[in-house]
C-alpha cells in the first residue's frame, strides 16, 4: 500500500509568510518536509522559517523571493540547494487581489451612468495587470524555475492555488477571478505536459477564508460586522462560516503524497459546499 512518503523530502512554499501558505508550510513540516519559505517579505518568511524549526525541528528557510522575476527565484534556488537540497515539491501560494483591481459596483445600474469610475469602466489596467501578474504569472514562473529540479529527478508535484472564482466569477474582482481561471487552464496544461516526466501537477481551489487582501470586502472595518457582500458569502455556503487555513492542508498534502501517485491535472475545491450549492 502507498505511504505519504513526505519524511525529508524539499518543498517549496511561495507566498509563505502569508496566513494560508504558512499553515500550509508548517503541515509540511509536521510531516517531515524541509521547507524554503518564499516571500517578498523577508522578515516574515524567516519568521515562518523560524517557528517551524522550533516547533517541528526541521530544517526550514526563510527567503526572499519575487514571484514575478525568474532571476529572483533562481537565486532562491540555488541557496535551496546549499542549505536542504535538491526540490521535491512546489506549492504556488504567492497571490492576492488589492483594491486597486476592484469595483466598487457589483452591476451596473442607472445610478451608476454619472459615475462609471466606479463600474467595469473605471478599472485602472496598471491595478489589473499586477493582480493578473501576481496571480498567474506569479504560479508560472516559479514553475519554471523549481520543476527542473524535479525533472532532473524523475519525480515531484505542484500544487497550485486556485480559488472558487475560477469555477464561478464574482462581482468586483475581475483580474483575480480572470487568473485564477487561467490557473486552473495552466493546471491541466501543466500536468498533460509533464505527464510522462514523473511531475504530477494539481490544484486546490479553497472558498472563502479572511485574509488581509479580501477583508476590506468582507468586513467592515468600523463595525466589525459582516458587509453585504460577507454575508452573501455566508449565505451560499452550506456550512455557514469560513474556512480556516488549518482546513486546506489535508487536501494539499494528499495531493503531494504516494497516495496520490495517478492523480494529476485535477482542481480540488475546499469550499464549505459552496460550489454544490445554487444557492435554493
Same mark, same amino acid.
Given at each position: 500500500m502507498?505511504?505519504?512518503?513526505?519524511?525529508?523530502?524539499?518543498?517549496?512554499?511561495?507566498?509563505g509568510?502569508?496566513?494560508?501558505?504558512?499553515?500550509?508550510?508548517?503541515?509540511?513540516? =509536521?510531516?517531515?518536509?524541509?521547507?524554503?519559505?518564499?516571500?517578498?517579505?523577508?522578515?516574515?518568511a524567516?519568521?515562518?522559517?523560524?517557528?517551524?524549526?522550533?516547533?517541528?525541528?526541521?530544517?526550514?528557510?526563510?527567503?526572499?523571493?519575487?514571484?514575478?522575476?525568474?532571476?529572483?527565484?533562481? =537565486?532562491?534556488?540555488?541557496?535551496?540547494?546549499?542549505?536542504?537540497?535538491?526540490v521535491?515539491?512546489?506549492?504556488?501560494?504567492?497571490?492576492g487581489?488589492?483594491?486597486?483591481?476592484?469595483?466598487?459596483?457589483?452591476k451596473?445600474?442607472?445610478?451608476?451612468?454619472d459615475?462609471?469610475?466606479?463600474?467595469?469602466?473605471?478599472?485602472?489596467m496598471?491595478?489589473?495587470?499586477?493582480?493578473?501578474?501576481?496571480?498567474?504569472?506569479?504560479?508560472l514562473?516559479?514553475s519554471?524555475?523549481?520543476?527542473?529540479?524535479?525533472? =532532473?529527478?524523475? #519525480?515531484?508535484?505542484?500544487?497550485?492555488?486556485?480559488?472558487?472564482?475560477?469555477?464561478?466569477?464574482?462581482?468586483?474582482?475581475?483580474?483575480?477571478?480572470?487568473?485564477?481561471?487561467?490557473?486552473?487552464?495552466?493546471?491541466?496544461?501543466?500536468?498533460?505536459?509533464?505527464?510522462?516526466?514523473?511531475?504530477?501537477?494539481?490544484?486546490?481551489?479553497?472558498?472563502?477564508?479572511?485574509?488581509?487582501?479580501?477583508?476590506?470586502?468582507?468586513?467592515?472595518? #468600523?463595525?466589525?460586522?459582516a458587509t453585504?457582500?460577507?454575508?452573501?458569502?455566508?449565505?451560499n455556503?452550506?456550512?455557514?462560516?469560513?474556512?480556516?487555513?488549518?482546513?486546506?492542508?489535508?487536501?494539499?498534502?494528499?495531493?503531494?503524497?504516494?497516495? =496520490?501517485?495517478?492523480?494529476?491535472?485535477v482542481?480540488?475545491?475546499?469550499d464549505?459546499?459552496?460550489?454544490?450549492?445554487?444557492?435554493v
Open positions: 502507498n505511504q505519504l512518503n513526505l519524511k525529508d523530502k524539499v518543498a517549496v512554499i511561495t507566498g509568510g502569508g496566513v494560508l501558505c504558512s499553515a500550509m508550510a508548517k503541515s509540511l513540516a =509536521a510531516q517531515g518536509v524541509k521547507t524554503a519559505i518564499l516571500d517578498l517579505n523577508e522578515a516574515a524567516q519568521a515562518v522559517a523560524d517557528e517551524i524549526t522550533a516547533t517541528y525541528g526541521t530544517p526550514s528557510l526563510g527567503l526572499s523571493a519575487n514571484v514575478l522575476e525568474k532571476p529572483s527565484l533562481e =537565486a532562491a534556488r540555488t541557496i535551496i540547494h546549499e542549505k536542504l537540497g535538491q521535491d515539491y512546489l506549492v504556488n501560494g504567492a497571490g487581489n488589492a483594491a486597486s483591481a476592484t469595483t466598487k459596483s457589483e451596473i445600474t442607472e445610478a451608476d451612468l459615475h462609471l469610475e466606479d463600474t467595469f469602466f473605471g478599472l485602472q496598471d491595478g489589473f495587470d499586477k493582480v493578473f501578474a501576481l496571480n498567474f504569472q506569479g504560479t514562473l516559479p519554471m524555475v523549481f520543476a527542473k529540479d524535479m525533472l =532532473a529527478k524523475k #519525480e515531484g508535484a505542484i500544487i497550485n492555488v486556485s480559488s472558487m472564482n475560477a469555477f464561478r466569477p464574482l462581482t468586483k474582482i475581475p483580474a483575480y477571478s480572470a487568473a485564477k481561471a487561467a490557473i486552473n487552464n495552466f493546471t491541466q496544461w501543466l500536468a498533460v505536459h509533464f505527464a510522462n516526466t514523473g511531475i504530477r501537477v494539481n490544484a486546490i481551489a479553497p472558498g472563502f477564508l479572511l485574509t488581509n487582501q479580501n477583508r476590506f470586502l468582507l468586513v467592515d472595518q #468600523e463595525t466589525g460586522e453585504p457582500r460577507g454575508q452573501k458569502i455566508i449565505n455556503t452550506p456550512m455557514e462560516r469560513y474556512g480556516e487555513p488549518e482546513e486546506l492542508t489535508g487536501t494539499m498534502l494528499y495531493l503531494l503524497s504516494d497516495w =496520490a501517485k495517478f492523480v494529476t491535472g482542481v480540488i475545491p475546499i464549505g459546499g459552496f460550489s454544490a450549492y445554487s444557492g
